[in-house]
């Protein structure tokens, strides 16, 4: 059947779809870090700019960032997925600094059901 009815392969393509997810800090602008991140994407080295849109939305609101979903065309190989985040990741860092947009880390606060009893100790000396 396949000799008579070639098969062709749909998913095998020289270009492919690549996905990460940025978090910014919950004090800055969302209309502003997305720019600068989609911007940012689109001068990197790898990224497929002619025809292929680059996607970043806002995702969630999660522990200690608004997260942005962002997705690029790419080439399809294993190495250049690789490459292109590497480049990606990279060039969104620097211009989220480069604008003064914080980048956070997980923020913990802890709370206690009741008052801690504090006890100061001196020394001799």
């Excluded at 779809?17 to 209309?31: Q, S």
């Excluded at 940012?40 to 002619?50: L, M």
């Amino acid at each position: 059947m396949l000799f008579k009815h070639p098969l062709r392969i749909l998913t095998d393509r020289n270009q492919r779809r690549t996905t990460i997810i940025f978090g910014v800090a919950y004090g800055e602008d969302v209309d502003v870090a997305r720019n600068i991140i989609r911007d940012a994407v689109k001068e990197s080295p790898g990224v497929v700019t002619d025809n292929k849109p680059i996607q970043s939305f806002a995702q969630e609101f999660a522990d200690s960032s608004i997260n942005f979903e962002v997705t690029w065309w790419t080439g399809s190989s294993p190495l250049d997925v690789r490459k292109s985040r590497e480049a990606v990741v990279a060039s969104v860092k620097k211009a989220l600094d480069g604008a003064g947009i914080e980048i956070p880390f997980p923020y913990r606060t802890l709370t206690f059901g009741g008052d801690l009893p504090v006890r100061l100790s001196h020394t001799d000396g």
